[in-house]
């Protein structure tokens, strides 16, 4: 079945230190990959995106994912994070052949002071 | 910056009652979405729309669901006869074009709660 997987639920972490929110897919979606964030009561909003070309993409807000085919991840990072970065992060990819977005269960990151 | 912006933000409605969440897409887009999370799963997909017809829905949108866009702006999802699990945030959502080179934009949300 087709799948995006983020392994961590929550990850809590200091004011600039850097932080990697993973996730991975299964080769049933395809490999047209997202990340949103979704600050408290907002909607979600484009973090950034893989479609083709180079591995490395870079975002809005500093963040970077690295697209690895051999480990079909998609890992989200960030060199060093602000509080303001506090929200939830979720992967996700567009099916084969489909127009839907199939979404991971989301990464709640929490930046403490 | 344009946005999608969602009515109600929050509805409780009783089990069995209708209930039709509205969206207002960005104006130049094409393509609408529905979404919906139910509390601690996965954003899943409900249906797309597009050129005044659905493009594509899921297992979840069964005859108790349906879509319209009843004028220029507005698009809306109604429920016709709640249950208990329609309890759930539901995001609206459109797009210039087709996935997977168009960003998809989405609304804040309407978190609906069936008692």
């Known amino acids: 079945a087709q799948s995006v997987t983020q392994l961590d639920s929550q990850v809590p972490v200091f004011e600039e230190a850097p932080v990697e929110l993973r996730c991975n897919y299964s080769s049933s979606v395809s490999v047209y990959l997202f990340w949103y964030v979704q600050y408290p009561n907002q909607g979600l909003q484009l973090l950034l995106k893989?479609?083709?070309?180079?591995?490395l993409v870079k975002g809005i807000n500093g963040f970077e994912a690295e697209f690895n085919k051999s480990q079909t991840s998609f890992h989200l990072r960030k060199p060093s994070v602000h509080i303001s970065d506090t929200a939830e992060y979720f992967c996700a990819a567009v099916q084969g052949g489909s127009e839907k977005l199939v979404f991971g269960k989301g990464t709640k990151l929490t930046v403490n002071p | 910056e344009p946005e999608v912006t969602q009515t109600p933000s929050h509805q409780v409605t009783q089990m069995g009652q209708e209930v039709i969440l509205r969206c207002v897409p960005i104006s130049n887009h094409l393509y609408f979405y529905w979404y919906r999370q139910i509390l601690g799963q996965k954003v899943e997909f409900l249906v797309s729309?597009?050129?005044?017809?659905?493009?594509?829905k899921s297992e979840i949108f069964d005859d108790q669901f349906s879509v319209e866009r009843p004028d220029g702006s507005n698009f809306t999802l109604k429920i016709r006869s709640t249950k208990l699990e329609d309890s759930a945030m539901y995001f609206c959502?459109?797009?210039?074009?087709?996935?997977?080179?168009?960003?998809?934009?989405f609304g804040e949300g309407s978190w609906l709660t069936v008692v």
């Open positions: 729309f597009y050129n005044n017809e659905i493009s594509e």
């Open positions: 959502a459109s797009s210039t074009g087709g996935a997977p080179g168009n960003t998809i934009y």
């Open positions: 893989y479609l083709s070309g180079s591995t």
